[in-house]
């Protein structure tokens, strides 16, 4: 009798564990479900013959917006590396007018193939 009783409740345990994972599964199954249908809206509605032309030139004059940004932002890295140019020059032209003028050709001459 207690064979019986004991497998009686492994079997009923098996049922309510195989219930559960059944129950969870399901879950799953609705959540994709809800997921799906929410989509297929979404889709139906941009693609809605009244939104769709809306949708499309929103997304051209933001690619418009986008590429004049991006034409403005050439410009300045133009005006960028001219100034870094110049800016690079500077040591240079500081050099030429800290140079003292008074002397002979040939005393530069010197001065500058001593370096």
């Known amino acids: 009798m207690t064979v019986v009783v004991s497998i009686n409740i492994l079997v009923s345990l098996l049922g309510f564990y195989t219930a559960w994972r059944i129950g969870r599964w399901r879950a799953s199954l609705a959540q ?6 929410a989509w297929e809206r979404q889709s139906q509605y941009r693609l809605r013959a009244e939104t769709a032309p809306e949708l499309i030139l929103a997304g051209q004059r933001q690619a418009a917006q986008l ?8 410009r ?3 005006q ?4 870094m140019a110049l ?11 800290r140079r ?6 040939q005393s530069r001459k010197r001065r500058f193939f001593r370096r």
């Open 80 to 83: 960028l590396q001219q100034l």
């Open 32 to 37: 994709a479900a809800d997921a799906l249908t």
């Open 76 to 78: 300045q890295i133009g």
């Open 87 to 97: 800016v690079g020059l500077l040591p240079l032209g500081w050099r030429l007018v």
């Open 67 to 74: 590429r004049s940004h991006y034409g403005r932002l050439q």
């Open 100 to 105: 003292s003028p008074g002397g002979s050709g």
